[in-house]
Structure formats: C-alpha cells, structure tokens
C-alpha cells in the first residue's frame, strides 16, 4: 500500500479531532487529501509533532487528539514516546506512516525495518498497539483504538511511494497556527 492510499482510507474517518501531521511528504500529502482547520503541519521540526500532539491532548483532555507521524519522525523522537506514555493521555491516537525511509530527504533507510515500532510504543506503555499491512484493515483498526482508552499506537506500514509532485502545503505559519488554534478554542 501507498502513504497516499492510507491517507485516503484515514480521512474519511476523521471528525473534527485537532490532527497533528509531521513535516515532510506526510504534511504535504495529506494537505492534498483533506485540509481542515484541525490540521497543524509541521513544517519543519522533524520529530517535533508528537511533543505537540500530547501537548494538545492534555490541554483538551475531553477531545480525542491524532499525531499522524512518520517512522523517521518517530525515531528521531523516541524519547517521546516515553512521555506521552507517562502522561497517558487517555484522548491521544498516535498513527505512524511507516515506509522504512527517509522519503522527503532522499530515501535513507530508517531503523523501523528492524524495529518494530508499535511494540516499542507497547513496551513503553501505550494501553494499545496494533500495526497493519493492508488498505482494508485500517477502519476496523483505526475504530478499534478511537473506542479505547489512550494513548494507543496504530503503525501503518506503506511503501515508499509519496508522490513528490504534490504540492506543498499552501499555508502560511501563521495561517497554519491561527486556524488551528481558532478549531481548538471552541
């Protein structure tokens, strides 16, 4: 499966829950399927967008709140994992797009072809963590986490395939921050 493919599956399902994206092909691509004032892209900060994620879980605790991250991002942050875990945020889903590279960069391979990261996040104590494989088991997946009490981990493994023709997220900083805050606020 595709990182487009995913995105495509994920959107529909999405309310009105603040989604932070991380930087790269991930803000960029899913900029392309569905922009939402509840969408803050990173742009930039590789690592950074699970800090702010469990940031905003905690600050709204009665909204579900998603990180939508990618493995390389995951890597650089792992310490994170064992922050948001400690604070458990019972509202936080973290969804990792994991290709095993570095796409927007080049392609360098990551580590997560060797680290299974929805068992670190496990390890480290999420209340769950599942990973899929194919474009029909992220809803069943997905449903299954937003029901639980968080913070859970669902990894999707795709290919490196982001499609580096999509065009950039159009907003501005400022844009992306002031709309975000505006969904948040209310």
Do not use: W
Request: with cysteine; aromatic share 6%; hydrophobic share 40%.
């Amino acid at each position: 499966m595709k990182g487009i493919e995913a995105f495509h599956k994920l959107a529909p399902l999405l309310k009105n829950e603040p989604t932070v994206l991380a930087n790269g092909y991930i803000s960029r691509e899913f900029f392309n399927v569905t922009d939402r004032k509840e969408n803050f892209y990173m742009i930039g900060s590789m690592g950074l967008a699970s800090s702010i994620g469990l940031g905003v879980a905690l600050a709204q605790p009665e909204r579900k709140t998603l990180i939508l991250d990618g493995d390389g991002n995951v890597l650089m942050a792992m310490g994170t994992l064992a922050m948001i875990a400690t604070c458990a945020p019972k509202n936080l889903i973290h969804l990792v797009i994991d290709n095993e590279v570095y796409e927007s960069t080049g392609s360098q391979r990551t580590l997560s072809h060797e680290i299974r990261l929805e068992e670190v996040a496990k390890s480290v104590g999420y209340k769950q963590a599942m990973r899929v494989t194919r474009p029909e088991e992220i809803q069943p997946a997905y449903e299954k986490l937003y029901q639980a009490e968080g913070p859970v981990f669902l990894l999707i493994k795709v290919e490196p395939a982001f499609d580096s023709s999509q065009g950039r997220v159009t907003h501005t900083p400022e844009e992306i921050r002031d709309r975000f805050m505006e969904s948040i606020a209310g």
